[in-house]
Each structure stands twice: as C-alpha cells, then as structure tokens.
C-alpha cells in the first residue's frame, strides 16, 4: 500500500520507546511500592498513574496496526478511529477521576497534561480517520503526531508522578519515620 510506505521506522522507533517506557513504568512502581499507602490512592493511581499506561499501550498498539500489511487505508483507518473514539471517552473518564480524587490537588499543567492534552491527541486521532477516507497521506501525518503527543504525554506524566513520590511522599515518610526515630 502506497500509502503507508516510509513510515515502517517511524512506527518501529515510536512502538519500541512505548514498549520499553511501559517496562520502566512498571518496574518505577515496583521500586516506590514501599512508600506508605494512602486513603484514595486508587482513586488518584486512577486519574495519575493508570492513564500513563494507557498512553504508552495505545502508541505501542498504533505502531503495531500501522506496520501491518494492510491492503487499503479504510480497514485500518476504521481501527484507528474506533481508538481515537474510544481515547476521547477515556480522557473524559481521567478528567473525572481528576476532580474527583481528594489526595492532591491538580495544579494547571496537571490539567493540561492530564486532560487537555490527551483529549486533542485522541480527537485528533478520531479526526484523521474521517480524513484518511480522501486524503490518506495527510491523515497518516496525524496519526503519528497524536502518537507523539501521546508518548510525550505519558513520558512527561510518568516522570511528574515519580518526581512527586521521590521528592514529595518519601521525603514524607522519612520525616516521618526520623521523628519516630527521636522520640
């Protein structure tokens, strides 16, 4: 297909960087398993951490779609757009757990990285499937950069949530644990 021809290494460098990102998020978890759990973190795991995931499974998911011997545009524009739809309704579900959680209170970058974002690389996504039906080259275009957007997305949120255990909760908890030391 004519189309999708000079875009396997895109997809192979795009794909791999999520795959092993999703790794490295895993094992971050692992290593900050310790920390003293929290009321709620669930609820806030569900709108800060969970959708970081998500991101990374979707840009590993589109690179696999998107190197497939396809015969034509249509089937996997379909497939693409049932994504982008489906990642407009889970934005709208992580803009609610935002609100929603009691453990921290989202700052503005929280809600751009968190909400905004997210929300205009799946409505773009969902957009360049209608568009792929005429116009497939440029179509292709957006897709890869809502599946930058969405690795950006993911790299920046996961840091933040890392940063924010590291330097935030444990320092916490090892005040915490200082005090206890010294009484």
């Known amino acids: 297909m004519n189309a999708l021809n000079g875009w396997e290494n895109f997809y192979v460098i795009v794909g791999s960087s999520a795959g092993a990102l999703i790794g490295l998020q895993f094992v971050v978890i692992a290593l900050i398993a310790d920390t003293p759990a929290v009321r709620d973190g669930a609820q806030a795991s569900g709108a800060f951490s969970t959708p970081s995931v998500v991101h990374f499974g979707v840009v590993l998911l589109l690179s696999a779609m998107l190197s497939a011997p396809w ?12 994504l982008g739809a489906s990642g ?15 453990i921290y209170e989202p ?39 809502a599946s930058l957007l969405l690795l950006f997305i993911g790299i920046h949120n996961a840091w933040d949530a890392v940063t924010y255990h590291v330097f935030v909760k444990r320092r916490g908890h090892d005040e915490a644990e200082g005090d206890r030391r010294e009484e």
């Open 71 to 82: 015969r034509g545009i249509p089937p996997i524009a379909a497939l693409w757009g049932l």
């Open 88 to 102: 407009l309704v889970y934005s709208l579900t992580v803009t609610r757990r935002l609100r929603r959680q009691r």
């Open 107 to 145: 700052v503005f970058e929280d809600w751009l990285f968190h909400a905004l974002f997210p929300l205009a690389a799946y409505a773009i996504l969902a957009a360049s499937a209608l568009a792929a039906l005429s116009r497939a080259r440029p179509a292709l275009f957006l897709v890869a950069a």
